[in-house]
């Protein structure tokens, strides 16, 4: 880093040491602190991607930069990764991969492991001010079974999630997000299964048509939050998707003391 990058990197530093962004805040974005510090966007990102990487930030998204939650654990020393000494196809076509992967966990002798590759997919929670999320009565032929699901859908080549979680959205039921926060990627099947999952909350929503996915669409219909604890017990919500980006809004509901009003 030259003398201005390494002097707005301590400007940061400094400034997350003292708390003037708190656990959990978002930064401002890359334009407010490019005006800011009168520093380019390139060499801000060198001081954001740094931050990044000794654990100061988090990064949302492409460029949105987080204070990480406050947690009272570490991350364990001195444990080692498996090493992966190859893999081949076993099965490929546009829906999934199969693969074999030779691996090696710490200490032990390699083996051959099952992978299935699927693709990259975003799901978006839309709420609206009378504390209803966006929903979708579908029935999924795999469990047989009808449910409630948010909608979502797989990132496209050389799409953003962002632009994939808004897609959807409107493609799926004529809504379109005011706004858009990502939350969290995740992988719901860590053990044998790779398909990232981006998970967004938009507040607010204006109607601007029909949905054009009939295929996917299915019921329509703005739920209760308040009806979503029932609706969980009762086992009419579907997929891990829908079920992390309600449980993230009802935690940090919880946590900010705030009721859901039936």
């Known amino acids: 880093m030259g003398p201005k990058t390494t002097k707005v990197y301590e400007t940061l530093r400094e400034r997350l040491a003292a708390g003037e962004y708190a656990a959990g805040d978002k930064l401002p974005s890359e334009r407010a602190l490019v005006e800011e510090l009168g520093i380019g966007r390139t060499a801000l990102r060198q001081v954001l991607a740094r931050l990044v990487a000794e654990g100061a930030l988090e990064v949302r998204g492409r460029s949105s930069y ?3 939650g406050a947690v009272s654990v570490g991350r364990p020393e001195g444990v080692e990764p498996w090493q992966i000494h190859g893999e081949r196809d076993l099965y490929d076509n546009r ?3 199969l693969q074999l992967w030779d691996v090696e966990p710490p200490g032990m002798e390699p083996f051959e492991h099952h992978v299935v590759k699927l ?25 047989q ?20 979680a808004l897609r959807e959205v409107v493609e799926e039921t004529g809504w379109r997000p005011k706004s858009l926060e990502h939350i969290v990627t995740y992988q719901p ?19 601007v048509g029909e949905p054009t996915d009939l295929e996917e669409a299915g019921h329509i219909e703005w739920v209760p939050l308040a009806d979503i604890p029932g609706l969980m017990a009762r086992g009419d919500l579907m997929g891990s998707g829908t079920l992390v980006a309600l449980l993230h809004i009802l935690a940090n509901r919880r946590a900010q003391g705030i009721t859901t009003a039936r």
Do not use: C, N
Not at 145 to 164: H, M, N, S
């Open 189 to 207: 099947m860590v053990g044998m299964v790779d398909s990232p999952h981006d998970i967004f909350v938009g507040h607010g929503a204006e109607k």
């Open 145 to 164: 079974q009808f449910g409630w699901e948010l909608p979502g859908g797989i990132v496209d080549a050389g799409e953003e999630p962002a632009e994939t």
């Open 95 to 97: 829906w999934v991969k």
């Open 66 to 68: 987080r204070v990480p």
């Open 119 to 143: 693709h990259h997919v975003a799901v978006t929670a839309v709420l609206d001010d009378q504390d209803r999320v966006l929903m979708m009565w579908r029935y999924r032929f795999v469990p």
